[in-house]
């Protein structure tokens, strides 16, 4: 049995492993030929930016007509040249070399015309400034009014006009209108041979004009072609990573198809050996996890799982027994912490209750010396009132002393009687009361006048308000304001005691755990991170509820909720 399955374990694993290989060496392989494409698209978009620039110095060059400008195109085809000349005739080869060939070309014909153009430039500049020369001696031999009546100053500076609007706009409209002038001009040349040399500079200007725009549409024509050539280049090599990546996600499509259909067929076949017994284990695992710590793990011979049975049993075993003693150190330590916590609370009241003393004591020891002083001058009444006034004091004292051991646990009744949860707050903060003004911190109350009765413990309560009046307190440090709100809600047969502070706040982050036990965002030493998670498991025991919000820098405000008591209870 043990051989027929480790047969079947081997063929499922190494089937499923040749089709991984194979589909991962031809995966491997189309990479390689998507990164050399995507070289040869880098290397086409590169051409078509250069191509794109050299139009633009075209454009501007066409423009100005200016050897500045030339230059700076010149300078743009040397730079394509360069880069078509960086081209190693592998590459060429792959991408296209009739491609490249027709643009060298067309490149070497580009740069003939721009030169060409720029002389045809220098030559309309010659004869633009031949007609200006001709158009002002017309004018002078006007002025001379030695010429045929019909040829007027007035019709001659029409003319020059009309040749400005021509040189300026070089449009069909200024062409015909200035032709219609020079003909004009042209009929009166038999009887004024001087005028025959204007209408000549323009005709020569005419054919000058017209060679540059047969040379610029030439030119426009060769740019459009080399653009269009670095555009199909670039689109061929886009289309073919297109076509890889189609290739490569047909061929994962083929694997993952051969992957769902025979991986399934060889996982049944040994699911019964090798499955069946770690479900058994997992189904045991699953029921312990929910608390049945007596279940044990079947052992079979000569199954697959029997050494794991084994050691599955004997570590339950040892589980249950280190479990046991798990709890019952877990249980001392809870006490024991709960009363580090209590104890904490204890001494930071001290501290205030110390202060609070500090008053009556004394006023007894100042009546005292003021008796010791003037015992023989002091008249019975005014001994009477010295006297009355040490044992106030002392009664003062001892109402303190009272209600903090009251607090530290002199009461260990743990009975649920019928309680004014109104009366026990008001004695919650009479405790912190000493505290508050220590601190200064400034206390507002918003309570129910008249008794409300709860079902619950006097001492557990009171530690349940004095703990979040204390965290409070702490929040504030030295200075603030501990509002207390205690309302019924007869609807909800409940009452609502809200406790804010205007302290630092507590981020929304450590929100969900401040009432875990030992969680504590205080600084070391100042915390056992237990407070707030007895507070909790108390109100619990009172069948209540406690809840908090809070916003960093403005405060906290803990909201606790009791039902209301009923004859029931």
């Known amino acids: 049995m043990q051989l027929k399955i480790w047969h079947k374990m081997i063929i499922g694993i190494s089937i499923p492993a040749l089709i991984t290989l194979t589909g991962g060496f031809f995966t491997y392989a189309y990479i390689n030929d998507v990164k050399l494409r995507h070289g040869f698209v880098e290397i086409a978009d590169d051409l078509r930016d250069r191509v794109l620039e050299v139009r633009r110095s075209e454009k501007n060059f066409v423009l100005h007509k200016t050897e500045e400008y030339y230059n700076y195109c010149n300078d743009g085809i040397n730079i394509l040249n360069r880069s078509l000349n960086g081209i190693s005739p592998e590459i060429a080869e792959q991408v296209g070399k009739n491609d490249f060939s027709f643009l060298r070309d067309s490149l070497k014909a580009y740069s003939g015309l721009l030169i060409d153009l720029l002389g045809h430039y220098r030559q309309e500049d010659i004869f633009i400034e031949k007609v200006r020369d001709e158009g002002r001696k017309l004018e002078a031999f006007v002025k001379t009014e030695k010429h045929a ?57 005419i054919s000058v004009y017209n060679k540059i725009n047969a040379m610029e549409n030439d030119l426009l024509i060769a740019g459009r072609g080399i653009e269009d050539t670095t555009n199909r280049i670039a689109q061929s090599e886009r289309q073919k990573v297109n076509a890889f990546f189609t290739s490569t996600q047909r061929f994962l499509m083929i694997v993952l198809i051969l992957f769902c259909t025979l991986i399934p067929l060889f996982v049944y076949q040994t699911a019964s050996y090798v499955v069946a017994p770690i479900k058994r284990l997992a189904d045991i695992t699953r029921k312990i996890s929910e608390g049945d710590m007596t279940l044990r793990a079947p052992i079979k011979e000569h199954d697959e799982t029997y050494t794991l049975a084994v050691s599955f049993n004997r570590m339950l075993d040892h589980l249950q027994l280190t479990r046991s003693s798990l709890e019952k150190s877990l249980e001392l330590l809870h006490e024991k912490h709960v009363e580090v916590e209590k104890r904490a609370s204890l001494g930071f009241l001290v501290s205030g209750v110390a202060h609070e003393l500090n008053n009556p004591l004394n006023n007894i020891s100042l009546t005292a010396e003021t008796m010791k002083e003037d015992l023989q001058e002091l008249s019975t009444e005014e001994l009477r009132e010295h006297i009355q006034d040490i044992i106030s004091q002392s009664e003062r004292a001892k109402h303190i002393i009272e209600e903090l051991l009251d607090f530290a646990g002199t009461r260990k009744s743990t009975a649920m009687e019928k309680l004014d949860i109104i009366n026990v707050l008001a004695e919650s903060i009479n405790l912190v009361a000493n505290q508050l003004k220590v601190s200064h ?46 309302k019924p809600d007869e609807k909800e047969k409940s009452i609502t005691v809200e406790i804010s502070d205007t302290g630092c706040g507590i981020p929304k982050k450590y929100l969900n755990n401040i009432f875990e036990p030992f969680y504590t965002t205080k600084q070391s030493g100042l915390g056992t991170g237990l407070g707030l998670a007895v507070t909790r498991s108390l109100v619990e025991k009172h069948s209540g509820d406690i809840d908090v919000r809070s916003k960093v820098g403005e405060g906290t405000t803990f909201t606790v909720r009791f039902p209301l008591y009923t004859e029931t209870d």
């Open 149 to 205: 009546p019909e040829l007027s100053i007035n019709f001659v500076l029409d003319l020059r006009r009309l040749e400005k609007d021509y040189m300026l706009f070089r449009d069909t409209a200024s062409f015909n209108r200035m032709n219609d002038a020079l003909s004009e001009v042209n009929s009166l040349v038999p009887s004024c041979p001087d005028c025959a040399r204007y209408p000549e500079a323009i005709n020569d200007l």
């Open 441 to 486: 911190i400034h206390l507002k109350k918003d309570i129910h006048k008249t008794p409300v009765f709860i079902k619950g413990n006097q001492s557990k309560l009171e530690e349940i308000f004095v703990n979040i009046m204390v965290n409070a307190i702490h929040a504030m440090k030295e200075s603030g304001t501990l509002s207390i709100c205690a």
